[in-house]
C-alpha cells in the first residue's frame, strides 16, 4: 500500500473527517478563541467579514466610524464569550448543548452525503441485500368476482368445475377477468395487498379458490407463474446507489458519535 | 489568526476529502422515451403534487428535519423517521410526487437557524435564531410570527435581501433538482421539479403548485419565481412560466390551492384591477391552470353549504376553514364565498363564457396533501400532522392552530390530506403531465377509489360489459375532456358512464353522484347534485333528490367500522333528464364512501387523546372527478 493510499483509506474514515472538518471550522471561524488565552486578534479576514454582513444588511458601505463600532462589539462578544466560558455559564445552558450538539452532527452530516460509493461497494450491498432488488413474481391468471359469501362462492366453483361458463358466473366487478404477465405488486394494488401471494400458492391450470381480495371472493385459474429473479447492478444501480448512500449516510453518523462515545465511561444510575 | 501547529496536514486532508467528492452520480434506467405506454389509460396512478420538507421556510421553522432525499424515498415506500422519531412508512407506495417548496425564502429559516448567531445585526432575527434553538414551542413561536409578517408584507429586510437569497436559491434549488433526478426512475415512481408560489396579500390565499415536465437539465436554468410580499399579480407567474417554456422548450403548469380560504380571490368575477374579465386574461388562465387542487389537509374547497343549500354533503371540511382567510389577518363574508369554491368557480366560468367567449375556469380536479413534514400521508390512520409541531400526540387534536393570529381554529380541523388520482398512459413526468394538461385527474380525500368517467352519444347497451374502457375511450370522452353538440352525428341528450371501484383495502362506496352546473338564457347559473347509483338501491328509494343514509358502522372506540354496508362496486350509464341542448353546461363525479372513523379517533386511540366538544368523529370520504363540459356549438 503506497503512502497515497494510505491517506486515501485514512481520509474514509468517519473520525478523521470529523476532526478535519472540526479542525476546518476552527480555523475559519475560531481565530484563536481559545478561552485560556488572554489576548484577542481581530484578523484583517475577520473585519473584511463584519464589513461585508453590515453591508448585505444596509445595502451600503459602512463608514470607518461605522467599521470601529463593529469591530469593538466583536471585541465585546469574545471578551464575553470567554468570560462566559471561563465561569462556565455554557454548561447548564440548554440553548447553547442543543446548539453544539447540532453542528457537530451537521459536520458529520455533510461529509457523509459527499461520498460516491465504487462499483465494487455497489456490488457488495446488492449482494447483501438481494431481495430487496428482485424483481416480482410476474402471474398470468383468470379470475370471476362472486358477490356473496365464500359458500356463495363454493357453488360457483363447482359449477365452472362442471364446464360453466366463468363469463356468465361472474359478479359485475371493474377489475380485468384476465390478467397477463403481471408482477405481484401491481396485482395486490389492484386486488387489495395479498391477492397475489394467495394465488401463487394455488395449484396451476384449473379453477379454484376462493381467494378473498379487498372486494370480496374470486375463483381464480392460475396459468402461469415466473418466480421473482435477482437483477444485475446494471439494471438497479440507482435504486441501489441511493440506498447505500442512505445506509451510508446514517453509518457513519453513527460511526463519528460511537468513535467519540468511545472515549467516555458511561455511568448510569436509574431511579 | 493563529493556527495550531498541525494545522496545514489536517486542512490538507479535509481537502482532499471533498475533492474526492466532485464526480456526479451514475444516472441509468429507463428514460421518459423509452418507457412502453398504453395504448389509453388502463390504470390510475396515485400521487401528491403538494409535499413540502425542510426546505419550506415555515416547514423548517416548525422543525421539520426531514428534507427531500426523505421525502422521495418515504413516497416509493421505504422506511423513513419522522422528527418527532416514529418510523413512518407508507403501507401502500405512491407512483409519483411533487416536492413544492415554499420559493419564497427557500431554505432561508434552515439559513437562519444554521447562521453563525454573531452575524444576525436585526434583532428580530435574533430573536427568532434564538427562538427556533430553545425547541418546538419556539419554533411554533416563530413560524406563526413569520407568516403573520409575510402577510402583512413586513418581513426584516435582511429575509428578504433579493441578492442573498438568489444565491441561496440558488444552491438549494439545484442540489434538489439532483436529489429529484436520483429518485426519478421512468416506469417505476416519478419524481417531478417543481415549487410552491405563495402568494398571501394580507393574508389572502392564493397560492399555486408549479410543476414542470422536465429534468435538472432544463429546470436549473430557472430559479423557483417568488412573487415577493403585497401584491404582484398571478400574471407575473405566467409570464414567467411563458418565459421558461420559451427559452427551454420544456412544458410548466400551476395547480392553485386551498381557494377556501382566499377570501373571494381565487376565483373572481373580475379581471386584475377589478374591470370585467377579458378574454385574453381568461385564455392566458385557463392555458396556465389546468388543474385546481380540491382538497387538502387544509380544509376542502369542492362546495359550501351557503353556496349550495341543497347539497346535504357540501359541508365536509368546511369547519374553522370558511370563517376567515389563510392567517385569519381578515373575517370571511358571505359576498367572498363565491370566489372560494371549485364549484362555484366552474360555473362563474360559463358565465364568463358567455360573455368573452373564453372559460377561465375550465380545470381538472386533484386533491393532495400539503403536508408539511415531508411525508406524503394521506390517510386517516396515517396522520402525520400539517407540520412537524403537530405530528401524532394527545394534544394535537385539540390545539388551538392560529397562524400568526389568536381566532379559532382547532386541530381537529385538519383533514387527513388527499391524493391525486391521474389516469395516465405510462409512469412517467411526460405521461403523466401530459394526463394532468388534458385534465384526465381526479381528487380523493384519501382513499384510492378508482373512478372512471366517460361522455358521449354513441355508448352502447354494453357500455359496461367486457372490456368497456376501450371501446368508452373509442367511442366518447374521458374526464377533463368536452362534448360538442353540433358533432355529426349527435342526436338527444348525451350519455355518461361511470364506474366507481372501492380502494381495495378501504371502506365499501355509498353512492355515486353527477353535479351538473349550467347557464340558462337568461346567463343565470345553476347546479343540481344528482344521484346515480348506490349501494341497497332495493331498501333506499329517492325522494326528490335525497335518498334515505347509507347507516353508519363506526365504533368509536376502536376506531374502526365494518362493511357490512355500502357496495365494493358502483357503476351505471347515465342520461341528464333535464338535458336541453342549447345549455352550457359542466358534469363532474362524486364518489361518497360509507362513514369511516377521522384521524382523531385514532389519537384517541393511540394516545388517550381528549377531543374538544364539537370535534367531527367520522366522516363520508369522497373523490371529485375532473368535469366533462357540454357545448351547444362545438
Known sequence: MTLVERLKRFTREPLVHFLAAGALIFAVWGGGGDAADRSITVSEVQVRGLTEQWEQQWHRQPTPAEVDGLIRDRIKDEVYYREAVRLGLDKDDIIMRRRMRSKMEFLVAAQAENEIPSDAALQAWLDAHRRNYATDPILSFDQIYVAGDRHRAQSVLAQLNRGADPAALASLLSVPPTVDDAPAAEIDRQFGDGFAKAIAALPPGRWTGPVASGFGQHLVRLRKLTPGAVQPLSAVRKAVENDWREANRIGRENAAYQALLDGYTIRIAKP | MKLPRKMPLTLGIALLGLAACNRTGVVDGKTDTEIKLAAYPERVYWGDTHLHTSNSVDAFAFGAKLGPEDALRFARGEEVTATGGLKAKL??????????????????????????RLFLRDPTLRRWHDSMHEG????????????DLAGRNALPAALSDPEGQKKRTAKIWTTHSSIVERYNEPGKFTAFIGFEYTLMPRGDNLHRVVVFRDGKARTDTVLPYDPGQGDAPVSKLWDYMDAYQKAT????????????????????MVGPGGGPMTAAYARRRAAHEPLVEATQIKGDSEAHPFLSPNDE????????????????????????????YVREALKRGLAIEARTGVNPYKFGLIGSTDSHTGLATGDENNFFGKHSGVEPSAARASAPQNLGNTAGRFGWQYLAGGYAGVWARGNSRSAIFDAMLRKETYATTGPRMTVRF??????????????????????GVPMGGDLNGSAAGVKGAPKFIVSALKDP???????VQIVKGWIDAGGKLHERVFNVVWSSPETRKLTGDRLPPVGDTVDIATASYKNTIGAPQLATVWTDPEFDPAQKAFYYVRVLEIPTPRWVLFDVLRYKAKLLPGTRLKDQERAYTSPIWYHPQG
Open chain 2, 136 to 147: 418546538p414551542q419556539g419554533r411554533l413561536k416563530v413560524t406563526a410570527e413569520l407568516i
Open chain 2, 313 to 340: 354533503f357540501a359541508d365536509f371540511g368546511k369547519a374553522g376553514w370558511d370563517i376567515g382567510n389563510l392567517t385569519m389577518q381578515r373575517a370571511t363574508t358571505p359576498d367572498m364565498q363565491a370566489g372560494n
Open chain 2, 249 to 268: 422548450g420544456g412544458q410548466v403548469l400551476a395547480i392553485p390551492h386551498n381557494s377556501n380560504v382566499s377570501n373571494g380571490l381565487m376565483f373572481e
Open chain 2, 91 to 116: 403501507d401502500r407506495p405512491l407512483d409519483f410526487l411533487v416536492i413544492a417548496d415554499h420559493s419564497g425564502g427557500l431554505g432561508a429559516t434552515q439559513a437562519l437557524y444554521d447562521a453563525p
Open chain 2, 505 to 511: 383495502i378501504g371502506a365499501n362506496l355509498d353512492r
Open chain 2, 454 to 475: 366517460f361522455g358521449g352519444w354513441n355508448f352502447g347497451a354494453d357500455a359496461l360489459q367486457g372490456d368497456w374502457v376501450k371501446a368508452a375511450y373509442a367511442a
